[in-house]
């Protein structure tokens, strides 16, 4: 079992839709990141949490540590919001602090 | 400010090489952290170096290296490359130390090809 699982894996959306991406972690963590990822490789860093929610623009993360459980969420989504969307979770495990990062989920929002 | 930097972009190298790859990070930032994405695998973390010293590590072979310089810069080094090894390589920065979960900063990354 992954120590970090995303659902869904794929998404497919009209323009407009409400967006929820999650994130499940089975490990204890001091931090997690969401990510985006475009076709051409580039990432960009959403959002660093530890606890409670966080918002910019139409992006709101929330985190529920006692659950672990994080969820990102797009309003008003856009075809420009497609994307590969990565949660990753800062834990301490083998001496290190270690980045484990999700599969990512693919989403596609069309016109 | 400039953003996260990483040279060359592209690189094509055969089996049994060794590749070099170089990252810049944002000015002031002295975090910097490498990783590895496959298709299959995602992104895999390779190590984390701060003020010259590698302070994280995942689960790769001795023959990936990497080393931070006094202005930051980091280099990643693997030897006695495998076709396996073809994957992109991305750096990432921050302000500091990677456990107080600061944002990290990813460069465009190196796309090596091992043939």
């Known amino acids: 079992k992954n120590e970090v699982e995303q659902s869904p894996q794929n998404l497919t959306a009209q323009e407009g839709e409400f967006i929820t991406i999650n994130c499940s972690y089975s490990v204890g963590i001091s931090a997690l990141h969401w990510l985006q990822q475009h076709p051409g490789g580039g990432i960009v860093s959403l959002f660093m949490l530890s606890s409670g929610k966080k918002k910019h623009g139409r992006l709101i993360a929330t985190i529920n540590i006692q659950e672990k459980h994080s969820s990102l969420h797009i309003t008003a989504s856009h075809p420009r919001d497609s994307a590969v969307y990565i949660c990753?979770?800062?834990?301490?495990?083998?001496?290190?602090?270690?980045?484990?990062w999700g599969a990512g989920t693919k989403l596609i929002i069309k016109p | 400010k400039a953003g996260v930097t990483q040279t060359p972009r592209y690189l094509i190298k055969t089996r049994g090489q060794q590749v070099t790859l170089s990252c810049s990070p944002i000015?002031?930032?002295?975090?910097v952290s490498w990783y590895q994405q496959t298709p299959g695998q995602g992104l895999q973390f390779l190590f984390e170096y701060f003020s010259e010293t590698q302070r994280n590590k995942g689960n790769f072979p001795g023959r990936f290296s990497g080393r931070q310089f006094s202005n930051s810069r980091s280099e990643m080094n693997v030897s006695t490359l495998e076709l396996g090894d073809s994957a992109l390589y991305l750096c990432a920065s921050s302000l500091e130390f990677g456990n107080r979960g600061d944002t990290q900063y990813f460069g465009p990354g190196t796309r090596l090809t091992v043939l």
């Open positions: 990753a979770v800062r834990t301490y495990m083998d001496s290190n602090y270690q980045l484990i």
């Open positions: 000015s002031g930032h002295r975090s």
